[in-house]
């Protein structure tokens, strides 16, 4: 309770001091006749329960305890003292004034003037409505929204009087509104928590009429000496109300109390599932920007995309797939999905997870992170029908050279030179209107298909990733073979060059990789294997093909990835019987081991360090 409020009242029971209880009724005479008169849309009856309320807490005042909220308590007496009132006529009366209301502010000729003269379109939805959303919400809910929302109070005073912190209590009110708005909907009142919040906050509590205060002192402090008969009958309902709500309410508390002891862990389990099962649904996609962890194309740039996640509702909880639009990767599968509202935890691996915020009217979901493990980085994911999609990978057939277009084809070449220089390739599809679709293959990177912006001008050609990590300035030579230029990123320009190039020809030897074995000496075949990291098992994929000339050909694939790379290609591949060297080195990364009893035994080298690996093949021969 209000430090004052509990000193005003303990002024009265002990002392009967009746400037400690005037000083109450002048306190909280406008909260409780808005609440009672909302109820019962009479005014003169009004008076009488709202004198009835005082004589009530006049009678009462010595047992009201210290963690008593004085006007969280005198609104629900307001409602019990109106329940008797509610005969079947009146409350037939109540549901055609309801209805009444609710047609005015849907009416398109309503004149807004005369709205505003007395209350907005939007408190007329809510007004009829407003104290049964109350009564629907725990103790602890009613009192914070009356706190905040009837008396004004700040998000600190709410929680010092509740004796939480100011974003507890935040977090609180913020659900209690999001429950109203519930039942709301669920009446046919369409509204958000920001609306119900602005018209309690405006409309809730008006003036008392002024005589009313005087009267209620005079019949309260004689804790109803004087009260009329009629008044008399209201408290007598009141107080019977009362009573009824407080044998019931122990006698659930008494009944969970002997359940819990006998069945504790299913008086958990359906607590658990009423909670999860009210928490607001997050089925659909969501929609945001993320920064990734590695350099735009000028200095101190970093490079973005845009992605979607998309979560869908099973009996077990939620499933959700991860859409990277500008780095051309779908349906990338998130292993575990942990929803405790408003927590959203979102894992690919026990080391690789995020941790969402969803915002109370389920819009919105926050992720806070740092980029570069440094520089921190919003990302705010917000719902939507009509998410971005990947585009569709060229086809040959999209990019196959044709007359008239001198970009149009598939394009190889490198970044940088010498030893370092990386291996890269390009599609460019040109339409009709001189508009071009391209994509970008990093194979050693295990970025394929990323999409790429490109500008011509003959003979300069400019092309750069969707996601900012680079681009690319030109010119095209007059034979349309060849492009040469720099490739920028963080600032820094490399050459580059890209030649044209036979797409069949490049990858006539991908039909020819033969990955069956017939023996567990063979080296082909689809291996897969686990590193620890931090005692956090990293999950590698190996796929082994031999070629018609006896030769090898290898990938690699990091089973773990959050962003769904493509298999990379080893840059070196030793095998002399049993031992084997792959090496990956735009990567760093290689494996050295041999192979014995059908396995591939060695060491995995990466970030400086060597961790025991043991490859296994998956799948029968």
């Known amino acids: 309770m209000n430090s004052d409020d509990l000193t005003l009242l303990r002024a009265y029971a002990r002392h009967q001091s009746e400037e400690a209880f005037a000083a109450l009724v ?19 009856l009004a008076e009488d329960l709202t004198q009835a309320v005082f004589i009530i807490l006049a009678r009462k005042s010595a047992s009201l305890g210290p963690k008593t909220i004085l006007p969280g308590w005198l609104c629900r007496t307001a409602r019990y003292a109106c329940a008797n009132t509610m005969t079947p006529q009146r409350r037939r009366q109540h549901r055609e004034q309801e209805a009444h209301m609710q047609s005015v502010s849907n009416s398109s000729e309503t004149d807004a003037s005369s709205l505003q003269n007395s209350m907005d379109a939007d408190w007329l939805q809510i007004a009829p409505l407003l104290d049964g959303a109350m009564e629907q ?18 998000f600190r005073e709410v929680g010092a009087a509740l004796g939480a912190s100011e974003n507890a209590a935040k ?32 409309h809730s509590v008006h003036a008392a009429p002024p005589a009313l205060a005087t009267s209620v002192m005079a019949v309260a402090t004689a804790q109803g000496a004087a009260a009329s008969s009629s008044t008399l009958t209201l408290i007598k309902g009141a107080l019977k109300l009362m009573a009824l709500t407080k044998a019931k309410t122990a006698a659930l508390t008494g009944a969970a109390i002997i359940l819990t002891a006998a069945t504790s862990v299913v008086v958990v389990e359906a607590v658990h599932s009423a909670r999860v099962a009210g ?73 690789q997870s995020w941790t969402l915020s969803v915002k109370p009217d389920a819009t919105e979901m926050i992720w806070e ?41 598939y394009w190889t070449g490198t970044i940088g030179v010498g030893p370092d220089a990386l291996p890269v390739s390009l599609k460019i599809a040109e339409a009709t209107d001189g508009t071009f679709r ?19 001008g003959r003979p300069t050609v400019k092309w750069a990733l969707a996601t900012a990590a680079g681009m690319f300035q030109g010119e095209i030579n007059s034979a349309n073979t060849e492009i040469t230029g720099t490739w920028t990123q963080d600032g820094q320009a490399v050459p580059a060059s890209v030649k044209r190039t036979d797409y069949q020809a490049e990858h006539a030897l991908d039909a020819d990789k033969d990955y069956a074995f017939n023996f567990r000496s063979d080296l082909q075949g689809h291996w897969k294997g686990s590193w620890e990291f931090m005692k956090v098992p990293v999950p590698e994929g190996l796929d082994i093909a031999k070629l018609p000339d006896g030769n090898f050909a290898a990938s690699y694939t990091d089973l773990a990835n959050m962003t769904g790379s493509d298999p990379i290609p080893t840059s070196d591949f030793r095998y002399e019987p049993p031992h084997v060297r792959l090496q990956w080195k735009w990567a760093h990364v290689g494996f050295e081991g041999t192979l014995e009893n059908g396995k591939l035994t060695g060491t995995w080298e990466q970030a400086g360090g060597g961790f025991p690996l043991v490859l296994e093949r998956s799948g029968s021969k």
């Open 26 to 44: 002048s306190r909280y005479v406008n909260l409780v006749y808005s609440v009672v008169l909302r109820q019962v849309r009479d005014p003169h």
């Open 137 to 154: 919400l725990g103790k602890k809910d009613h009192d914070e929204v009356v706190l905040r929302f009837f008396e004004g109070r700040s």
């Open 171 to 202: 977090m609180r009110v913020n659900r209690a509104l999001e429950k109203m708005r519930g039942f709301f909907t669920k009446r046919g009142v369409r509204s958000t928590e920001a609306i119900i919040a602005g018209v309690m906050t405006a």
């Open 279 to 351: 928490y607001p649904d997050i089925q659909g996609a969501w929609e945001g920007v993320v920064h990734l962890e590695e350099p735009g194309a000028a200095s101190g740039q970093t490079a973005s995309t845009r992605m979607v996640l998309k979560l869908t509702k099973a009996r077990e909880g939620y499933h959700a797939t991860v859409d990277w639009i500008d780095k051309g990767r779908t349906a990338n599968r998130i292993e575990k999905v942990e929803y405790d509202y408003p927590s959203l935890k979102l894992e690919w691996t026990p080391k």
């Open 369 to 409: 992170h740092r980029v570069h493990f440094v520089v921190p980085d919003t990302v705010v994911l917000r719902r939507t029908v009509t998410p971005d999609s990947v585009p569709e990978r060229l086809t040959e057939g999209d990019f196959a050279p044709r007359p008239g277009s001198a970009l149009q084809g």
């Open 438 to 456: 391209a994509e970008a293959d990093n194979p050693m990177g295990g970025a394929d298909g990323q999409p790429v912006s490109v500008r011509y």
